[in-house]
C-alpha cells in the first residue's frame, strides 16, 4: 500500500528550512530584531487574548485601516496575510498554472521559488552583477509564460538596494500583464530617499504590488503578519483565494500598536544601523569579504571555491553558541548570513570570527 501521492511538482519542493533555534547562545540565522518587540504590541495581544473564542476579523479592517493612515493609502487596497510568505503563496495560487513563469534575481528570496513549484510553474532567475539584481537581465528573461517578477529591495540575503530609477526601468520594461513584486520586507531600514517611490508606483500602475511585513523591524515574526498594497484587481484577487481567517485576532491587534509605536521603530532601526556600521568594517578588518547592506543582515564571503570555509566557520561559530546562517539553498556556499544582534550578542561575534580568522 503506497497511501495518496501527492503531485509531481510538490515533491519537487524542497521544503524550507528555517534558521535553527538555539537553547542557549545567539540565534542570528533570521534577521529577527535583536529589540523584541513593541511592549505596546504585546499589551495589545495580551488584551485580545482574553477572548480567544472569538473570530478574528477576516480582512483585517482595523489593521488596514491603521497601514492606510499610517502610509497614506487606501485600505481597501490593501491585504493582510499570515506573514507576507503567506500573501507569495496567495499570488501563486492566483495567478499561476502550471507550464507558467516566474522571475526572480539570481539570489532571491528562497520562498519565491516554492511559490512557483506549488502551482507547477517554473522559477527563472536571472543572473546579479556583483550580488546585485540586473534589471536588463531579468528583462531578458521575460517570455509569454511569465506571469510574476519577484524583485526584494533590499534583497535578503545579499542586502542590496535598487536605486528607484532601477525600479522604474525595469516597470517600464514589463508587459501590463506581468505582476511586478516588490518585496519590502526590510523597508523600514533603508534610509534613502528615494525609497518610498515603490509605494506610490503601487498606487498608480496596474501590475505593480508592494509587500511588507511585521517580522522584521516590528519583531513579531512569531505572531506571522504581513500585508500588500497595490492595484484592486490584485487585492481582490488574493482576497478570493485567502482562508477565511488567515490572519489571527492577536496578531491584527499586535501589528496595530506596532504601527503607533514610532518611538520603538526609531529606535531598532538606530541600533541596527550603529552596528551595521560597527559589526561590518569590524569583520573587513578581520579580513573577511563583507557585501554592503542596507537590511539588518550582512553577507559574508569566505574564499574558498567549495564553501568549506564558510562550513568551517559556521561550525567554529555554533561550537561558541552562535548561530548564523549558512547559504547553501542560495547557492552561495562561500557565505554565511549574519543577522545583526543586541550589542552584547555582536561583540561575541566579533570575538568568535577574530578567533576564527587567527586559528587559521
Ligand atoms: N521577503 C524577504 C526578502 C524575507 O527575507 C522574508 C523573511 N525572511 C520575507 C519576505 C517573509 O517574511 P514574513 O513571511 O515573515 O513576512
Redesign the pocket.
Known sequence: MTGPKPLANILEITPYKGGQKLEHGWKLS??ENPLGCSPAAREALAKTAEHLEIYPDGSALKLREAIGKKYGIDPDRVVCGA????IFQLLGRAYLSPGDEIIQSEHG?L?YRLVAQQSGAKCISAPEQDLKADVDAILARVTDRTKIVFL?NP??PTGSYIPFDEVKRLHAGLREDVLLVL?G??AEYVQKNDYAAGMELAGEAPNVLVTR?F?KIHGL?GL?I?WAYGPESVIDAIHRVRGPFNTTSVAQAAAVAALGDDAFVTGSVEHNNSELDRVGPALQKLGFKVYPSVGNFLLIEFEDREGRRAADADAFLRARGIVIRDMNAYGLPKCLRLSIGTKEANDDVLAAFEAFAKAG
Do not use: L
Not at 506573514?83 to 503567506?86: A, T
Open positions: 533570521s534577521n506573514g507576507s510568505d503567506e528570496f520562498v526584494a534583497n535578503n518585496d520586507a526590510y511585513t517580522s515574526a506571522r504581513g
